[in-house]
C-alpha cells in the first residue's frame, strides 16, 4: 500500500515521500510523518542472511513508496559503498554485557553519516521525479555532528548548494575544523555567537519566512532540509535497528523473536524515534532507554509530563546532545495524541511561546516502550574509563552517556534483556575528553599527539576523517550574531 505523508500539524496535508524529502518541514510549520508506519514483509530469517544494503531496501521501500525499485537501489548503493571503512558499515562490538551499534564508520566518524551519505541522492532523485527545476539549497543548524556529515554527502553535488550554521563556541575542535577545511564550491559553513538551539531557530526562522522564499524562488533557488526533521534522514535510519536485529540474530545472540532493549545517546530525539519506528515496523526491541547528558529535559519529560526548555543551556564533554528543542519528539507527541494535529499544533506552540508543554495521562500512557534517565559528565568520564580498565574497548563520550544510564537501568530494574547501545561516534572524534577520562596524564599532551595515543590504546587505525583534518587548510572562516543568519544567506546566494 502506498504511504503518503501528513504534517504533524495538518493532517489532511498528503505528500508522497519524494515530495516529503524535497520540503523538508511543511509549510505549517510541522514534521512530515507517515500516514502509518509498515510492517516488515520479509522475516528475520530472511533478513539475517542480506548485507547491509538489502536490508536498507527491505526497510526503505515499505516507507518510499514512490522511488522505484531501481532509483532506491541506485541511491543505497551510492550511499553504502567504500566511503564506510568497514565491509558490514555497522559492525556489533560485545563488551561488558551489551552489544555496541557501530553507527561511525562513515566518511565523517559520526552516525550522521547512515543519513547523511544516502539523502543527498535521494534529494536529487526526488527532484527529478518533480520535475523540479530550482536549485535545492540546503540550510543546516548543526550540533557539530550534522554539519559535517551533511557537507561532505552534498559537496560538489550537481543542482545543490549547502549552507551550514554552527555555534562558533559550541562545537568539539575536531568538529570545527572537521568544518572549516570543507571544500566544494557549493558549500558554506558559518559560526554564530550563540548556542545550537539559536542555530536552530534561526534556521527554523528562514524556513517559514515567505518573503525569503518568494524571493529564493524568483532567483531560481528554494529550500530544503537536511536536519533530522527531514524524513529523509529518518527512515535509514531505522534501517540500522532492523541489521542489528538480524546481526544478532546471525551470531546466535538472541533467538528469533526474543526481545532485546535498545540505549540512544539522544539529542533532538531522531535516532531513538527511528529505533521506535523499527519496533512499531515488527522488530522485536522490548524498551527503548533514552538517554540524556546534563541537558536533560527529555529525561525530566518522561518522568514529569511536561516538556521545559526554560533552563541553563550546559556545555558539556558530549556536545552533540547539547540540545534543548528536541524537534523530532513532535512526531511523537502526534502518535501518542492519536494523530491529532491540532492538538500537536496547541502544544507546539506552548512550547515557542512559554518555553514549556505538558502531556495529558492519557497521552503518557503512550510512552510505555520508553525509559529514560542521564549522566553527567563525571558519570560520563567514569563510564568510559571503566568500559577501558574491564575490556580495552573505546568509546566515545556520547556513547558513554548511553553507557552508563544503561548501568543505572539495569541495576535499578534487574531487567537482563539483550541490549544494544547505539554507538554514535568514534572516539577518534572527541579524543581529548576521551582520554582525559582514561587517564589524567593525558591531558597536558596536544591533539596529534593524543591521535596516536588513542590508536595505541585502543588498537584501531587512525581514520581517514581524522588523517584528513591533520593537513588541510581552513577554508570557511565566517562568524556573525544570531539575528544576522538570513542576511548571510542572501549574501551568499547573491539575493540581497
Ligand atoms: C547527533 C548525535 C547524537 C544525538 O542524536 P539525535 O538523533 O539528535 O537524538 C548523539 N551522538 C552523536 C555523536 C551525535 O552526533
Given amino acids: 500500500m502506498d504511504i503518503l505523508y501528513n504534517s504533524t500539524r495538518d493532517s489532511h496535508l498528503k505528500l508522497t515521500a519524494s515530495q516529503a524529502i524535497l520540503k523538508g518541514l511543511s509549510d505549517d510549520g510541522g514534521l512530515f510523518v507517515p500516514d502509518h508506519i509498515p510492517s516488515l514483509d520479509k522475516s528475520f530469517e530472511e533478513l539475517k542472511n542480506m548485507d547491509y544494503r538489502q536490508v536498507a531496501y527491505e526497510v526503505m521501500k515499505l516507507f518510499f513508496t514512490d522511488f522505484t525499485e531501481e532509483e532506491l537501489k541506485s541511491c543505497i548503493n551510492n550511499a553504502y559503498d567504500s566511503k564506510f571503512d568497514c565491509e558490514d558499515i555497522v559492525p556489533v562490538t560485545y563488551a561488558d554485557g551489551a552489544y555496541y551499534l557501530e553507527l561511525f564508520h562513515g566518511k565523517t566518524i559520526a552516525f550522521k553519516d547512515m543519513a547523511l551519505s544516502i539523502l543527498p541522492h535521494l534529494m536529487t532523485t526526488a527532484a527529478k521525479k518533480n520535475n523540479m527545476k530550482d536549485e535545492i539549497v540546503i ?3 548543526t550540533s557539530g555532528d550534522t554539519g559535517k556529515a551533511a557537507l561532505a554527502g552534498f559537496a560538489d553535488v550537481p543542482g545543490t548548494r549547502i549552507v551550514v550554521f554552527y555555534p562558533k563556541y559550541g562545537v568539539s575542535p575536531v568538529q570545527e575544523k572537521q568544518m572549516v577545511t570543507q571544500r566544494g564550491a557549493n558549500t558554506r559553513v558559518i559560526g554564530i555567537e ?3 538551539d539559536d542555530a536552530q531557530s534561526g534556521v527554523k526562522a528562514m524556513f517559514n519566512n515567505k518573503e525569503l522564499a518568494a524571493a529564493m524562488k524568483a532567483a531560481g533557488f528554494v529550500f530544503s532540509s537536511a536536519n533530522s526533521i527531514n524524513i529523509g534522514r529518518l527512515i535509514p535510519q531505522v534501517c540500522y535497528y532492523v541489521y542489528a536485529y538480524s546481526r544478532l540474530l546471525l551470531d546466535d545472540c538472541i533467538k528469533d523473536g526474543e526481545k532485546i532493549n535498545v540505549v540512544v545517546p539522544t539529542g533532538n530525539f531522531g535516532n531513538i524515534l527511528a529505533a521506535y519506528y523499527a519496533k512499531l515496523m515488527g522488530t522485536p526491541i522490548n524498551k527503548l532507554i533514552c538517554a540524556s547528558n546534563t541537558n536533560k529535559v527529555l529525561y ?5 509530563k511536561t516538556y521545559d526548555k526554560n533552563r541553563d543551556f550546559v556545555v558539556t564533554s558530549s556536545p552533540s546532545m547539547d540540545i534543548l528543542i528536541s524537534s523530532n519528539l513532535e512526531r511523537l507527541i502526534y502518535k501518542i495524541c492519536g494523530n491529532d494535529a491540532s492538538e500537536t499544533a496547541k ?7 512559554d ?3 505538558t502531556i495529558t495521562d492519557e497521552m503518557a500512557a503512550g510512552l510505555s516502550d520508553f525509559v529514560s534517565g542521564y549522566a553527567t559528565a563525571d558519570e560520563t568520564a567514569a563510564a568510559i574509563r571503566r568500559l577501558y580498565d574491564n575490556t580495552g574497548y573505546i568509546i ?3 556513547t558513554a552517556v548511553a553507557a552508563k544510564v544503561y548501568e543505572d537501568y539495569k541495576k535499578q530494574s534487574g531487567d537482563e534483556t539483550p541490549t544494544i547501545i547505539a554507538s554514535t561516534a568514534s572516539p577518534y572524534k572527541f579524543l581529548r575528553s576521551v582520554l582525559s577520562a582514561i587517564d589524567e596524564k593525558y591531558d597536558s599532551r596536544t591533539d596529534f599527539e593524543l591521535i596516536d595515543i588513542l590508536k595505541e590504546l585502543s588498537m584501531t587505525e587512525i581514520p581517514q ?5 591533520r593537513t588541510a587548510p581552513v577554508l570557511h ?6 539575528e544576522d543568519m538570513q542576511k548571510q544567506v542572501e549574501k551568499y546566494l547573491g539575493i540581497q
Avoid at 525530566?300 to 514529569?304: G, S, V
Avoid at 572562516?477 to 544570531?482: F, G
Fill in 300 to 304: 525530566d519529560f518522561f518522568t514529569t
Fill in 194 to 196: 550563540g548556542n545550537f
Fill in 139 to 141: 540550510l543546516t543548524a
Fill in 477 to 482: 572562516d565566517i562568524v556573525c550574531p544570531t
Fill in 355 to 357: 518555553g514549556a508543554y
Fill in 465 to 469: 576523517a581524522i588523517e584528513d583534518i
Fill in 347 to 353: 502544544l507546539m506552540e506552548s512550547l515557542k511561546k
Fill in 396 to 398: 566515545d563520550t556520547h
